[in-house]
């Protein structure tokens, strides 16, 4: 956290205390810790951000998964004095862009699903709230391998705190009610705090995670690893394998993840969700290199660990020379 001194003119441009993204780290996470470092209640700085665009109508689809039209990272960017891209980077925005080929993918492809939960070691170390936590399907820490958590213990025993809370900014009481912010935002309790006794996110109770959904969990993020470095192709190609594999073994439905078995059926690739995709390629036991072929460059690798080759052009991993991505493996 940087604070800026009074005397400094960017005092008037941007926030007291600054925070600046960390790598793989979420974008509610950079929201929260920056109520945290400057001494705000939880969702003050969303409040803010949200008042600039003035588009309080979109505020029901607010998604934080990507990069929501209605959330200007430009001027959020300005604040923290950070790059834009940085705070792209904090979504899945390029990812989904890529694989989708569509600049503005739809929040649905990236279903949350069961809702926001977050890693209490995680939090407890450096209050930190990971990209992988929206993913679907995904239900432990891949760095601290414990169950996600959600529930404070004082819920177990009582109704859900009221919504309508006297007194709290429309906007953020907007933004209280919609998805997945209900856990996030806590109004008029600090940030990362139970929204109905106060206790901090790094003292609810810890839940160990069982080894056989850690395994199954590395079986799914592979695959989520191999669709964030892809394009189209590898999204068609992967559709194909699905509908191959099911022909060879004479399937229509397959067991999820869910533990139910459901007929296997895909719409058009572009309005297929990841999760979905996820879900039935990790059900039919397949791997990424059952879809990876050599036949069609399907895939943008890193050259190394800091820069990603990617013909988006707002893709925040890549290069600021990069021509256009074409030094791919
Ligand atoms: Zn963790
Ligand atoms: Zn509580």
């Known amino acids: 956290m940087q604070a800026v001194p009074i005397a400094d003119p960017t005092w008037n441009t941007t926030f007291p205390h600054r925070v600046a993204p960390r790598a793989q780290e979420w974008l509610a996470g950079v929201l929260l810790r920056c109520d945290e470092a400057n001494g705000w209640d939880s969702g003050a700085t969303i409040t803010y951000l949200l008042r600039t665009t003035q588009v309080t109508k979109e505020v029901k689809k607010l998604g934080l998964a990507l990069a929501a039209p209605v959330l200007d990272l430009h001027t959020l960017a300005g604040w923290l004095a950070v790059s834009e891209p940085a705070l792209r980077a904090t979504t899945y925005q390029a990812e989904l862009a890529r694989l989708y080929a569509n600049p503005t993918p739809h929040i649905h492809l990236l279903d949350m699903g069961g809702g926001f939960h977050f890693c209490l070691e995680c939090i407890t170390e450096e209050r930190m709230l990971r990209r992988t936590l929206v993913l679907p399907h995904i239900r432990c820490c891949p760095l601290h391998h414990v169950q996600l958590q959600s529930r404070c213990s004082c819920l177990e025993r ?117 999760g979905h995709l996820v879900d039935v390629l990790v059900s039919l036991e397949l791997t990424p290199s059952d879809v990876e072929t050599d036949e069609t460059p399907l895939l943008w690798w890193p050259i190394n660990r800091q820069t990603f080759y990617c013909p988006v052009p707002a893709c925040p991993y890549r290069r600021p020379t990069d021509a256009g991505g074409d030094e791919k493996r």
């Open 158 to 274: 009582a109704r859900p705190p009221e919504t309508d809370i006297p007194g709290l900014d429309p906007l953020l009481q907007m933004i209280y009610e919609v998805g997945v912010a209900q856990r996030l935002f806590s109004p008029g309790k600090k940030p990362m705090t139970c929204r109905r006794c106060g206790l901090d996110w790094a003292d609810f109770p810890r839940l160990k995670a069982d080894p056989e959904r850690l395994i199954l969990e590395q079986k799914i993020l592979a695959w989520y690893d191999f669709f964030f470095k892809g394009t189209r192709g590898v999204l068609t190609h992967a559709l194909r394998v699905i509908n191959q594999t099911l022909q060879q073994r004479h399937k229509k439905s397959v067991k999820r993840l869910s533990g139910r078995t459901i007929p296997v059926t895909f719409s058009s690739p572009e309005r297929t969700s990841l």
